[in-house]
């Protein structure tokens, strides 16, 4: 059967009902008309024109014949771990007298205890460390996300206490903390959390920001799994035991277990480690009992939804949750003129181990005008073999969309791809670099894991320049004709400078020149000027708005905690 989309002047083929297809197309003008006809012959091309009608010209029945039966999430709820607003106290070092001695007295002896289990063994004026005006009290508070796992990582905001002194927490180090559910927030509760590191402070928006609130980007970690729970509405032993069952069968690697005569408890398998709300959505979508006849019913009612974009998301959905017996029909989709019907079929069949759909989800990705090129992209890298997902990324790194390089950067270290080069900075970021594309960018990230993305690397800074930080304190000087980037910086406790040290033109070079930490008395090594990795982005602005370093600089989104 050959199908081909209503456009200009293409006429619909279609074995059996081609007759049709052309007098209704010389019968209808308007758009609207002839994408009606899209649907109708469709609807004769994956069922015949016997199984299913329209009922008039702008009324779709979509109804099943049958009772389709009863679903988990029709029995029961499915429950999931919400987003966890967490919060505790702190203490942040390193400050250079910035600091403050105040501390609460009910603060100062939690802290106390807290350092003690931290630091078993050593001796330690703990008073005199909280008194310091190195150090200053801070209150930590973050997000943890819904249906977090084991070890993962969140963004961690950090504010001085009010009514002290501290005047700034730039160049600070968090040092580690508990943080407790901040609904019921007592200072004794299990910790949910914990946090540390250094303190960002983002200067690239303004210059003027308040240094008494700082970040530590990924610097929160999950101690706990968190398991999704099915609570049936009612106790029913029998139930409880159907929809273990039944979830042992779909899923083998859930750790499925009734806990009681109304809950079961899961974990989501690590196929679904990307996409845990799917999987809680799956989960409620799926049937309780299986005989062929139902099956067939259900896969025909939502493929036919799914033709027509009839509650999109639960159609493409509940037939994932449907399972294998689903992919023949939705092959048919394939060959739809939306691209959105066209996207959905492919990623769920791909979602269950077909590679049919793969080159519709490729093309998609690869057109330019598409709107779907992230969503196709994300279903490849997600599902598809990891050497098909490469190639594709590797091609969509020479797009033009930089926003689509984007994309693409951020899965291929899902995928932990070497196109990546990757270098630990200062113990504090990364310093990431990719050459498969002609477009020069600096991407760096204020949110997430701290990291400053060179696309198009190596990447150049040209000669006859002079870059100072806003503050003064660090300076990056090339002269005309020069062979090489001189780099200072000033003491941070003494009235002297630090350098010059000297850098390649290579701004990979140049970083590292600037953020490595300098070498401990006695080491052998030049080491790096030890500058953070705020003043390192701001420093990156800087030289490509000055046209020092010839590339486009990007910034990502700062963390949110709304």
């Not at 998609?364 to 997902?389: F, G, Q």
């Not at 990719?434 to 198009?456: D, H, M, N």
């Not at 406790?493 to 701004?507: A, D, E």
């Amino acid at each position: 059967m050959d199908l081909t989309g209503v456009e200009g002047k293409n006429i619909f083929r279609i074995s059996g009902i081609r007759n049709i297809g052309i007098s209704l197309y010389m019968s209808v003008n308007s758009r609207k008309s002839v994408e009606l006809i899209a649907v109708l012959l469709t609807y004769c091309f994956i069922w015949g024109c016997g199984d299913y009608a329209l009922i008039n010209a702008g009324t779709k029945e979509l109804a099943p014949k049958v009772d389709l039966g009863q679903t988990i999430g029709s029995v029961a709820e499915v429950l999931t771990v919400e987003s966890i607003p967490v919060g505790g106290y702190g203490l942040a070092g390193n400050l250079k007298g910035t600091g403050s001695v105040e501390c609460p007295p009910q603060v100062r002896a939690y802290l106390k205890r807290y350092i003690l289990t931290q630091v078993s063994g050593n001796k330690i004026d703990i008073d005199k460390f909280i008194n310091s005006p190195d150090t200053a009290v801070v209150w930590v508070e973050g997000i943890i996300p819904a249906s977090a796992s084991k070890n993962q990582k969140f963004d961690v905001k950090v504010t001085a206490l009010s009514g002290t002194q501290t005047t700034s927490l730039e160049g600070g180090w968090l040092y580690g903390a508990e943080l407790m559910a901040r609904s019921r927030l007592v200072l004794t509760t299990k910790a949910l959390a914990t946090t540390q590191g250094p303190v960002f402070i983002d200067t690239i928006d303004t210059p003027k920001t308040d240094k008494k609130v700082g970040y530590i980007l990924a610097g929160g970690t999950v101690l706990d799994e968190y398991k999704i729970s099915v609570v049936l509405r009612e106790a029913d032993y029998r139930m409880t035991s159907r929809v273990r069952n039944r979830l042992n069968e779909r899923f083998s690697d859930a750790e499925v277990k009734a806990v009681s005569s109304r809950r079961v408890e899961l974990v989501v398998p690590a196929k679904y480690k990307g996409r845990k709300q799917n999987f809680v959505s799956i989960v409620k979508a799926m049937y309780l009992d299986y005989t062929p006849e139902t099956t067939y019913e259900r896969i025909m009612t939502f493929v036919r939804k799914l033709a027509v974009l009839d509650d999109k998301e639960a159609s493409e959905i509940a037939l994932e949750a449907i399972g294998n017996e689903s992919v023949g029909k939705l092959a048919t989709l394939l060959n739809s003129s939306n691209e959105e019907v066209r996207l959905r079929a492919a990623r769920c069949m791909l979602n269950l181990g077909s590679d049919d759909g793969l080159e519709v989800l490729r093309e998609i990705a690869m057109h330019k005008d598409s709107s779907y090129r992230v969503e196709a992209l994300e279903a490849i890298t997600i599902a598809a073999r990891r050497n098909y997902a490469v190639s594709v990324c590797r091609d969509l790194l020479r797009d033009s969309d930089f926003n689509i390089r984007l994309a693409t950067y951020e899965q291929l270290r899902k995928l932990d791809d070497i196109s990546i080069a990757r270098s630990h900075i200062g113990r504090s970021f990364y310093l990431e670099q990719l050459a498969q594309t002609e477009y020069k960018a600096i991407y760096v990230c204020r949110s997430g894991q701290p990291r400053i993305v060179l696309f198009g690397a190596p990447i150049y800074c040209r000669d006859n320049i002079f870059i100072q930080s806003n503050d003064g304190d660090i300076t990056i000087n090339a002269s005309a004709g020069q062979r090489y980037i001189s780099v200072m910086r000033k003491h941070p406790t003494r009235p002297i400078m630090i350098g010059p040290l000297r850098s390649s033109f290579s701004v990979g070079d140049i970083i590292q020149v600037l953020c490595e930490e300098p070498p401990k008395r006695g080491e052998q090594g030049f080491g790096g000027l030890g500058v953070s990795y705020a003043d390192m982005i701001a420093l990156l602005k800087q030289m490509c708005d000055k046209g020092a370093v010839r590339a486009e600089f990007r910034a990502g989104p700062p963390p949110k905690f709304d």
